[in-house]
């Protein structure tokens, strides 16, 4: 049967302010799970497979030159020949649900996908009643054995399951800059009007550079930087798919904040590879899994653990480092020679805990937001 990619775009109108990209979970405290086995999430005798599964994420996962999300639903519902899919991307990130969560109003989605560790943190930090994402059963996920042990969400309740990684790093053009060697080099003359950025709480990419630089030189320091970045002339915008598609590659600035796998693409796309060349900062690249999960409200619950299950497949998780450009969240997938050749890992790779990020993200996210969103550049 033949089946049209169905992509329903939702605003937040009504439900809130700042969006992050990704990310809703339980609030307030970490103490009882919200769900999961124990309360009510066994296997079911006879699971139920013939309904539609709507599934929250991120435009670049359904639409763009060669997205993952079309491919997905093909092959899973190949499994699944009776069930249905829709993709749901909300404007300004599933901050949309985390909204509604918090008012209380129905929540009809049933899979996460695309979300990060500052993202359950942030969100378990947020005021509010009750669960957003269920705690799993991995009873039902056996090939989450499979996952690399360096991709451990620490979360205490189990809600996400990482399906990609990436590491956040440069990416230059080198026939007009040389590559930056250090933070403090994009504050040079010779870097003013070089750079594209991303707002934090919109984009993956975007945070990880926000949290990289906090790592680097600590929380006020950090923002003392940005002041200086933003005064040597970064430009801010608001997602991912708006400084990379709209502004890099069409040559309105020589470098962006993207991923050590841009190069792949690059050479996917028959593109300049000297445009896309990689500079790691501090000989270091920022590591961001990408976490899936499944909401409390769901109504599929049985078809949502059935997509869990099938993103961890050989099969597809090749075509989601392909199509992704990420590297595969298991151990024992290569991905195709071309990527080996082509992909980027930095001599040292950094990242902030659940348990650093708990309690102070959504602080330092407000702390940049009210000193730089002015500074961001919409998509013309």
């Not at 690059?266 to 976490?291: C, I, S």
């Not at 299950?309 to 450009?325: G, H, I, K, Y």
């Amino acid at each position: 049967m033949d089946r049209r990619t169905a992509v329903r775009t939702i605003g937040t109108a009504g439900v809130g302010a700042v969006a992050s990209l990704a990310g809703c979970l339980t609030r307030n405290g970490d103490d009882e799970p919200p769900n999961g086995p124990e309360n009510g999430d066994p296997e079911p005798d006879e699971p139920e497979y013939d309904g539609t599964l709507r599934i929250a994420t991120y435009r670049s996962m359904v639409t763009g030159p060669n997205p993952a999300g079309p491919w997905l639903e093909e092959a899973f519902l190949e499994t699944y020949p009776d069930a249905d899919l829709e993709w749901i991307v909300p404007e300004k990130g599933v901050e949309h649900y985390v909204r509604r969560g918090e008012y209380g109003a129905e929540i009809d989605v049933d899979v996460l996908l695309g979300f990060t560790v500052g993202d359950l943190a942030r969100i378990d930090d947020s005021p509010g009643e009750g669960a957003l994402l269920r705690e799993l059963n991995l009873d039902r996920i056996d090939r989450s054995e499979r996952l690399r042990d360096e991709l451990e969400w620490g979360d205490p309740h189990s809600r996400a399951l990482t399906y990609d990684t990436g590491y956040v790093s440069l990416v230059y053009d080198e026939t007009v800059v040389d590559a930056p060697e250090t933070f403090d080099d994009l504050l040079e003359p010779a870097y003013a009007e070089t750079l594209l950025a991303q707002h934090p709480t919109h984009s993956m990419p975007g945070q990880a550079f926000l949290l990289w630089t906090i790592d680097a030189m600590g929380v006020e320091n950090a923002l003392e930087y940005w002041e200086e970045l933003v005064a040597n002339g970064v430009e801010i915008r608001d997602s991912w798919s708006d400084a990379y598609y709209n502004a890099y590659l069409d040559e309105h600035r020589p470098m962006v904040v993207s991923y050590s796998t841009d190069p792949v693409f690059a050479a996917v796309e028959e593109r300049d590879p000297e445009r896309h060349q990689v500079a790691f900062l501090n000989e270091q690249g920022y590591a961001v899994p990408e976490g899936m999960g499944i909401f409390d409200a769901t109504m599929e619950p049985d078809l949502a653990y059935a997509f869990l299950e099938f993103l961890l497949t050989d099969e597809a998780q090749l075509e989601l480092a392909r199509r992704n450009v990420q590297f595969p969240a298991v151990d024992d997938v290569g991905p195709r020679p071309l990527f080996e050749e082509a992909a980027r890992e930095p001599p040292a790779s950094v990242a902030t805990s659940y348990t650093e990020l708990r309690g102070q993200i959504d602080e330092w996210l407000t702390g940049w937001t009210d000193r730089f969103e002015a500074e961001r550049t919409d998509a013309t």
